[in-house]
C-alpha cells in the first residue's frame, strides 16, 4: 500500500506542481505579488473536494458518464485558458519589452494575465486534487493499512512539490528571452496534454470513437516507472496512445502556436499604425 500511494499521488501531484512552477517562472518576470496564486490554489482546493464529495451524484450525469464528460470540459477549459494566458503574455512582451525595467513596469493585458494564470491553477488543483481526495477517502487513518497511505502520500506529494520547485528554479537559471521560450513551449505542450486527455475521456464516456493505438512504447519507457510520470505530467507520455489522442495533442499545440502568431501579428500592427501616426504628426 505504501508504494501504490507514493505512485498515486506522485502522479497526481506532478501534473500540477509542473503547470505552476511554469507560471511561477514566467510570472517572475513582473515582480508581482503572489496573490493569484494564493487564490488560484485555495479555489482549487475548495473546487476539488466540493467535486469529490458530490462525484456519485455527478457520474451519474449523461448517462453515468457524468465523471468522464466534467474532466474532458475541465481539460478543455485549461486548454482555453493556457491559449488565453500565453496571448495575454505576447501582448505584454510586445508592449512593455523584454528587459527588467519594461516586465516590471508592464500593463496592458494584466487583469487577463493574472486571472488566466490563477484559473489554470485553479483547474489543475480540482482535477488532480479531487482524484487524491476520492483516493484517500477510502482508507481510515487510524488502521495500519490507512496509516501506510497517509506515509506513502506525503512521500508522493513530497517528491511531486519537489520536482516542481527544481523546473521552478531550473528556468530561473536560464536567460531572460530563454526563459520566457521554454516556459511558453512547456506550456504549449503541456496544452497538449490536456487536449489528449480531453479526447481520451470522451472515449472512455462514448462520445467519440474508439481507435487502434499508433504505437507502443512501453519497452522504452513504462508509464508505471518514475521517468514514465514526469513524462506524462510534463509532455502528456502515452505509451500507446490512439490516433485521436495524437490529433488532439497536435491541436493543443496548434491552437497555443496560432494564439502566439496571431498576438505578435495583431499587436506589430497595431504598434506599427501607432507609429505611423505619430510620424505624420511630428512631419
Not at 455527478?58 to 478543455?76: C, P, T
Not at 505578435?264 to 505619430?278: K, L, M, Q, T
Request: with cysteine; glycine share 10%.
Amino acid at each position: 500500500m505504501l508504494l501504490n500511494a507514493v505512485i498515486f499521488i506522485l502522479r497526481e501531484t506532478l501534473e500540477a506542481a509542473l503547470v505552476i512552477s511554469v507560471l511561477l517562472a514566467i510570472a517572475a518576470q513582473f515582480k508581482k505579488n503572489m496573490r493569484w496564486l494564493i487564490a488560484g490554489i485555495s479555489a482549487g482546493v475548495f473546487g476539488a473536494y466540493l467535486y469529490a464529495a458530490n462525484m456519485k451524484q455527478l457520474s451519474a450525469w449523461f448517462d453515468y458518464s457524468g465523471q468522464e464528460v466534467v474532466n474532458a470540459a475541465l481539460h478543455g477549459s485549461i486548454v482555453v485558458l493556457i491559449t488565453v494566458h500565453v496571448a495575454a503574455l505576447v501582448t505584454l512582451l510586445l508592449r512593455d519589452g523584454t528587459d527588467e525595467a519594461g516586465l516590471a513596469a508592464g500593463y496592458g493585458y494584466h487583469p487577463i494575465f493574472w486571472a488566466s494564470a490563477a484559473s489554470i491553477v485553479s483547474l489543475a488543483v480540482v482535477r488532480e486534487g479531487s482524484e487524491i481526495f476520492l483516493y484517500l477517502g477510502r482508507f481510515d487513518p487510524q488502521s495500519p493499512e490507512g496509516l501506510a497511505v497517509v506515509l506513502g502520500s506525503g512521500i508522493g506529494f513530497g517528491i511531486g512539490l519537489s520536482t516542481g520547485i527544481i523546473l521552478y528554479y531550473g528556468l530561473l537559471g536560464l536567460s531572460r528571452r530563454s526563459k520566457l521560450a521554454v516556459s511558453v513551449t512547456l506550456l504549449a505542450l503541456f496544452a497538449g496534454n490536456m487536449a489528449a486527455q480531453l479526447s481520451l475521456q470522451l472515449t472512455q464516456a462514448d462520445w467519440i470513437p474508439h481507435t487502434q493505438a499508433l504505437w507502443d512504447s512501453s519497452r522504452f519507457v513504462s508509464e508505471h516507472s518514475v521517468l514514465g510520470h514526469i513524462l506524462y505530467a510534463m509532455f502528456g507520455y502515452e505509451a500507446t496512445p490512439s490516433f485521436i489522442q495524437v490529433m488532439s495533442y497536435l491541436s493543443g499545440v496548434v491552437v497555443v502556436a496560432t494564439s502566439i502568431c496571431l498576438s505578435w501579428f495583431f499587436n506589430g500592427r497595431a504598434d506599427s499604425c501607432a507609429d505611423g501616426r505619430a510620424d505624420s504628426g511630428y512631419n
